[in-house]
């Protein structure tokens, strides 16, 4: 199974951008510890090196101020562009 063939954002995978604001990534920022505490809770489930090697980088890399900044910079982005919006992710 592939995860382009289980999406539910209406395939963001092939418009980037566009429907996302600045109030959307904040909300969908809000909510990192989710994914962080998932990473983390498999690490302790699985003996795979590969797998606790790449899944601690990812887990600590949204823990890190890199990503922070990073936020931060594509909020103030779509927040020039005029796309503040709302805290949802808009359908098309």
């Known amino acids: 199974m592939s995860a382009d063939s289980e999406e539910v954002f209406a395939c ?3 418009d980037g951008l566009e429907r996302w604001t600045s109030r959307s990534v904040a909300a969908w920022h809000e909510d990192i510890e989710v994914v962080i505490g998932y990473a983390r809770h498999a690490l302790g489930e699985t003996d795979d090196p590969e797998l606790r090697q790449y899944l ?3 887990a600590s890399y ?8 990073y ?3 594509l909020r103030a982005h779509l927040e020039a ?7 949802t992710i808009r359908r098309g």
């Open 12 to 14: 963001y995978r092939f």
């Open 56 to 58: 601690g980088a990812y």
């Open 62 to 69: 949204l823990e890190s101020d890199e990503f922070r900044h």
């Open 71 to 73: 936020v931060g910079a």
């Open 81 to 87: 562009l005029g796309r503040t919006g709302t805290a």
